[in-house]
């Protein structure tokens, strides 16, 4: 788990991204949300609410050292994809991020993984995402 910070402002006015990789399947989630009460308050929410959950399920959690990216850094080349991926296909004022992270998402979850050497799309559901790309008859 992770945060991107200090983004421009998007109209929706989220300046943020929260990010979780999975360790095992190596799929991504993530999240635009504001910094208003600054990370912290964020990071004790989110984090309250993710071991509740943890508890209620009966997962066994692992969880990293804070402020360490050595401790995780799949998730810190996975901010560094994403950052990439905004980088290249925002518009000039780059408020548009969060209209992108479908996308970015979507991308990111359905290429090949060289560590698992499938994606981590088809490592989590156990099938590839059907994509209809197909236009009405008559349009080319």
Not at 7 to 20: E, R, Y
Not at 26 to 35: D, H, I, L
Not at 130 to 140: K, T, V
């Amino acid at each position: 788990m992770d945060f991107i910070v200090k983004l421009p402002k998007t109209p929706q006015g989220n300046d943020s991204i929260f990010v979780i990789v999975d360790r095992f399947t190596k799929m991504g989630y993530f999240s635009a949300f504001q910094e208003a009460g600054g990370t912290a308050s964020v990071v004790a929410y989110l984090f309250y609410r993710f071991i509740c959950l943890m508890q209620l399920t009966r997962v066994k959690t692992n969880l990293s050292t804070s402020f360490h990216p050595q401790t995780d850094g799949q998730t810190e080349r996975l901010n560094q994809t994403i950052e990439q991926f905004l980088r290249l296909y925002t518009k000039h004022l780059q408020t548009d991020w969060e209209e992108l992270l479908p996308v970015t998402l979507f991308a990111y979850n359905n290429r090949i993984h060289s560590a698992t050497k499938q994606t981590p799309f088809y490592a989590t559901y156990g099938y590839h995402p059907r994509l209809d790309l197909s236009l009405p008859r008559g349009q080319a």
